[in-house]
């Protein structure tokens, strides 16, 4: 579902009046967050996805990854977590559940996290992920509604693993792309939010099922801000370019399209496939963050210091009215 369909939809319930319940879902933020007292808030997120490989122990490490991610997202850190799994026990042997348990397990624990249990139900198609829980102080959280004019935006992962998989699944990605893909969605954005941490970050989400242009949107929504985006900088997954080229897509883009272009102007040069990049549904993307221009530059060499080879700034705030998002 659209984040606009889904807003709509959660309009007509009744208005929280709890005054601890610091981010709600008014504005499609990444997880809630509830104060419980004056250091300490909890954040609170669930997030599963199908397998994007065949592999069990990396679609727990990517349905994982991709579930912890929201609690770097709001700036906090993960400690709790439970999986939840749909698995067809009458068409899959048990290894392979115990695969898919085994690889979220190692994520879990790189995040420094603990396992406290979970849920499985029967399914015709596996499905995977988690409910985490983590904290952060009250007055230390990133929201999505944050982004100040003249911000800049710094994303640390590259674009375009939906239409990858896609591929995949038809024998036309090389196996070099695909493992380059693979090696970096497996990823926790832990190292990158502890390093940003220590700016002073306006605004943050991760890039997600509503691909770049989506989440972008949903910022500058509920920024009241303009988001320009230099595509030329936005970093892309080897060969998912070619793919869109080729004509393969995803489930997804359309969707996405849908909910986002109305509210987006694209540059008369860009073509097609670079659109359609932007649309892209990402599992365990990057995150995009929104910092003043002075501390960009630092950011992102602190990032790429530490092994995020990909963060880069590719875009800017500022106030307009003619769109919310502009690709340039």
């Known amino acids: 579902m659209s984040p606009v369909g889904l807003e709509a939809l959660l309009s007509g319930l009744p208005v929280q009046r709890d005054p601890n319940l610091i981010v709600g879902f008014e504005t ?3 997880a809630g967050v509830y104060r419980l007292n004056k250091e300490t808030a909890l954040i609170t997120t669930a997030d599963f996805i199908t397998p994007p490989v065949d592999d069990p122990i990396l679609f727990g490490q990517i349905a994982a990854a991709n579930a912890l991610s929201d609690v770097y997202a709001m700036g906090g850190t993960p400690i709790t977590c439970l999986n939840l799994a749909a698995f067809p026990s009458n068409k899959l042997p048990p290894e392979v559940l115990a695969g898919i348990i085994e690889g979220a397990f190692s994520k879990i624990l790189e995040a420094g996290a603990v396992l406290a249990g979970g849920h499985t139900i029967e399914d015709d198609e596996p499905k995977f992920g988690l409910s985490v829980n983590g904290i952060v102080h009250p007055e230390k959280i990133w929201a999505n509604s944050g ?5 800049v935006l710094i994303l640390t992962k590259p674009i375009g693993s939906g239409v990858l998989f896609n591929a995949n699944l038809k024998k036309r990605v090389t196996e070099q792309a695909l493992s380059a893909c693979l090696e970096i969605i497996t990823q926790l954005n832990k190292k990158a ?10 605004a943050a989400t991760d890039v997600t099922g509503f691909g770049l242009a989506g ?5 500058a929504r509920g920024s009241g801000v303009q988001l320009e985006i230099d595509f030329k900088l936005v970093p892309i997954f080897e060969e ?3 793919m869109y080229n080729q004509g393969i897509s995803t489930g997804m883009n359309a969707a996405n399209r849908k909910s986002s272009e109305p509210d987006m102007i694209f540059p ?3 073509t097609q496939s670079g659109q359609e990049l932007c649309f892209d549904p990402q599992t365990s993307g990057g995150l995009l963050v929104a910092l003043s221009v002075d501390q960009a530059e630092q950011a992102v060499s602190r990032l790429r210091d530490t092994g995020i080879s990909h963060a880069t700034v590719i875009g800017r705030a500022v106030t307009g009215n003619d769109s919310l998002l502009k690709i340039t």
């Open 268 to 270: 008369s040069d860009l």
């Open 28 to 30: 499609s933020d990444d």
């Open 147 to 151: 982004v100040k004019p003249e911000d």
């Open 215 to 219: 989440h972008a949107l949903e910022m």
């Open 193 to 202: 939010a502890e390093i940003l941490q220590s700016f002073d970050i306006h």
């Open 240 to 242: 998912s370019m070619k």
